[in-house]
């Protein structure tokens, strides 16, 4: 089974912190993506990889920033965190192939 | 701009009866399109990809229609049971491999 694996399922940041969110895939993948998903909005993109070290903007890709420096792994980092950045985050990945995409169970950060 | 949606919102019905869940998203041209069911709190686990080139896909009680050029894809649940009850997303592959969903619809299967 393609597993995908976040972190951490809850975290609690203060305003201004660094905040770093870790997603591992075991399958291979070459793409990978961060998405946030808040009540009424949905599901919006912020990043996506294709492949180690290349990165793409989403929809909604301010105040974020990713890292992409092994395949397997792909990182979203807060750079200063803020209120509304209080967020459900989920990461997925999936393969150029098949192209199904498979997602992680979610982190669910808050930031006070 | 692809636009996606699902409708309805929220559906309540009793164990048993089988049940059509509707998405449509505004331009014919995806790649493909996906289900996934997401538990309170969770993440979203995949339940059926139909490709652009197919017509339907098949999964125990689940089967999901793919229409492109209405824009139309429904999912179906036969035989609805308690465990059932879950929002469901749809989503739709543009190109670079970008999912974009819709806002869900809510299930509850009531015994």
């Known amino acids: 089974d393609v597993k995908v694996t976040q972190s951490s399922r809850y975290l609690v940041k203060r305003t201004g912190e660094k905040v770093f969110l870790e997603c591992v895939q075991d399958?291979?993948?070459?793409?990978m993506f961060w998405y946030r998903q808040d009540p009424g909005l949905g599901l919006r993109l912020i990043y996506f990889?294709?492949?180690?070290?290349?990165?793409e903007k989403g929809d909604i890709p301010e105040g974020y920033s990713v890292s992409r420096e092994k395949k397997e792994r792909f990182s979203l980092i807060l750079e200063s965190a803020s209120t509304n950045q209080t967020s459900m985050y989920l990461c997925a990945s999936s393969s150029y192939m098949n192209t199904e995409a498979f997602f992680g169970q979610g982190t669910r950060l808050t930031v006070v | 701009k692809q636009e996606v949606t699902q409708i309805p919102a929220a559906l309540s019905v009793p164990e048993g009866e089988n049940l059509v869940l509707n998405c449509s998203f505004t331009?014919?041209?995806?790649?493909?399109l996906q289900w996934f069911r997401q538990d309170p709190g969770k993440g979203l686990t995949s339940l059926l990809l139909i490709q652009s080139s197919q017509r339907e896909q098949t999964s125990g009680r689940l089967n999901a229609s793919l229409d492109k050029s209405s824009g139309r894809s429904t999912l179906y649940i036969a035989a609805s049971q308690p465990g059932d009850s879950a929002t469901y997303l749809c989503?739709?592959?543009?190109?670079?491999?970008?999912?974009?969903f819709g806002t869900g619809t809510r299930l509850q299967v009531f015994p």
């Open positions: 990889s294709y492949d180690v070290k290349m990165k």
């Open positions: 331009d014919s041209a995806i790649y493909n």
């Open positions: 989503a739709v592959m543009r190109d670079t491999d970008k999912l974009i």
């Open positions: 399958m291979d993948h070459e793409n």
